[in-house]
């Protein structure tokens, strides 16, 4: 998904930048059936910084996990991250269900404005999950930790990564 306001005049840009970009390779090639590593960026930003166009949030599940939902609020909020899923064939054997585990690298961080964006001032996050695969979507349930000693627990249906 990508959304972008262009300038209204030479040099000066308005409304939201909103970006969520995922990219993803199967790992069957190297010895490793049923694994997929991906990247992930979200970033969301008012673009034109002398207005009050709202809020842009970030955290929660795979959005600096650890942290509550929209733990972070500014006119710029983004995350960047990686992610292993597996999928979990003994489980399938077991009960019928195709599943799949993982887990997740996050570091983002939410700011005033965009001269403001330090990637060096922003949070590492983690999280482990598994779940199963239903005619609706997933259906998982997590853990996430991040600096400072913040830690959350998810349990989500539908896709979420």
Request: hydrophobic content about 40%; charged content about 15%.
């Amino acid at each position: 998904m990508f959304t972008y306001a262009g300038p209204l005049e030479e040099g000066r840009y308005e409304g939201q930048l909103d970006f969520e970009g995922v990219g993803a390779v199967e790992l069957d090639g190297l010895g490793a059936p049923g694994v997929s590593a991906q990247t992930f960026l979200r970033l969301s930003g008012n673009l034109d910084s002398g207005a009050q166009l709202g809020v842009n949030q970030i955290g929660g599940f795979q959005r600096l996990s650890g942290f509550e939902r929209d733990a972070f609020a500014g006119s710029v909020a983004g995350v960047a991250g990686a992610r292993v899923i597996a999928d979990a064939p003994f489980v399938e054997e077991l009960t019928g269900f195709s599943s799949f585990y993982g887990v997740s690298g996050e570091y983002g961080g939410a700011f005033a404005g965009w001269d403001d964006v330090d990637l060096t001032n922003g949070y590492l996050a983690a999280s482990m999950f598994a779940g199963i695969r239903t005619r609706l979507g997933p259906l998982y349930i997590g853990g996430g930790a991040a600096e400072g000693g913040n830690r959350a627990l998810y349990l989500g249906y539908g896709q979420r990564f």
